[in-house]
């Protein structure tokens, strides 16, 4: 009797012990997040634009990750990124509805510009410097072509220019083949963060 009781003790015992370890463990090793959402995120472009009907890119990945918004939805990045994403959840490729603009930038025509920030504060990169009262400037290293600044201007003095390509940002074209189609698919697939 003595044998069995002290058998029980030691089990319970051990599996307390076991549990205590188990919940550190969980607390200490926690993920944050969804892994698959920052992996998501790093795929897409980080404009920060809205074109795809969420607040930035942050939450688009993590509704995508979520089941909640179709892997085609990011204007700016295009075929390349919805195949890279799908690549990555192993979903079918979907259709591209609308095609994106070549890469555009903001310019402020500072002679009209009357100074009232309001474009700053519409920038989600930071890429607008100016003072109030002040004339306010582009910095196009940052500017990724959003278009959000335009809307806000009252005297309407942002034009968006088609980004000049210089040599750092030219890479050959890929020729319209099938076999190009089926190194950008593959190449989708193979994204470095593709599980
Ligand atoms: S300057 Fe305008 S277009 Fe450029 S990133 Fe900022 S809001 Fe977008
Ligand atoms: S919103 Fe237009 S007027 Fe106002 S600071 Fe920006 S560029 Fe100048």
């Given at each position: 009797m003595t044998q069995l009781l002290a058998a029980i003790l030691s089990f319970s015992a051990f599996a307390l012990l076991f549990g205590v370890v188990l919940a550190?463990?969980?607390?200490?090793?926690?993920?944050?997040?969804?892994?698959?959402?920052?992996?998501?995120?790093?795929?897409?472009?980080?404009?920060?634009?809205?074109?795809?009907?969420?607040?930035?890119?942050?939450?688009?990945?993590?509704?995508?990750?979520?089941?909640?918004?179709?892997?085609?939805?990011?204007?700016?990045?295009?075929?390349?990124?919805?195949?890279?994403?799908?690549?990555?959840?192993?979903?079918?490729?979907?259709?591209?509805?609308?095609?994106?603009?070549?890469?555009?930038?903001?310019?402020?025509?500072?002679?009209?510009?009357?100074?009232?920030?309001?474009?700053?504060?519409?920038?989600?990169?930071?890429?607008?410097?100016?003072?109030?009262?002040?004339?306010?400037?582009?910095?196009?290293?940052?500017?990724?072509?959003?278009?959000?600044?335009?809307?806000?201007?009252?005297?309407?003095?942002?034009?968006?220019?088609?980004?000049?390509?210089?040599?750092?940002?030219?890479?050959?074209?890929?020729?319209?083949?099938?076999?190009?189609?089926?190194?950008?698919?593959?190449?989708?697939?193979?994204?470095?963060?593709?599980?």
């Open positions: 550190i463990a969980s607390r200490v090793f926690k993920i944050e997040g969804n892994p698959m959402a920052d992996n998501i995120e790093t795929l897409l472009p980080q404009t920060q634009c809205g074109q795809c009907g969420f607040p930035g890119c942050k939450p688009y990945a993590a509704a995508v990750a979520s089941g909640e918004a179709e892997v085609n939805q990011c204007v700016p990045g295009g075929e390349r990124t919805m195949l890279q994403i799908a690549g990555l959840m192993g979903v079918e490729p979907k259709n591209i509805e609308e095609e994106p603009t070549a890469p555009m930038i903001a310019f402020v025509r500072e002679d009209e510009c009357i100074g009232c920030t309001l474009c700053i504060k519409a920038c989600p990169v930071d890429a607008i410097i100016g003072a109030p009262k002040q004339y306010h400037t582009i910095i196009t290293d940052h500017c990724t072509g959003c278009t959000l600044c335009v809307e806000p201007c009252p005297v309407d003095c942002i034009d968006m220019l088609i980004k000049p390509e210089l040599l750092e940002h030219w890479s050959w074209p890929l020729p319209d083949t099938a076999r190009a189609q089926l190194a950008i698919e593959r190449k989708g697939q193979h994204a470095p963060h593709a599980t």
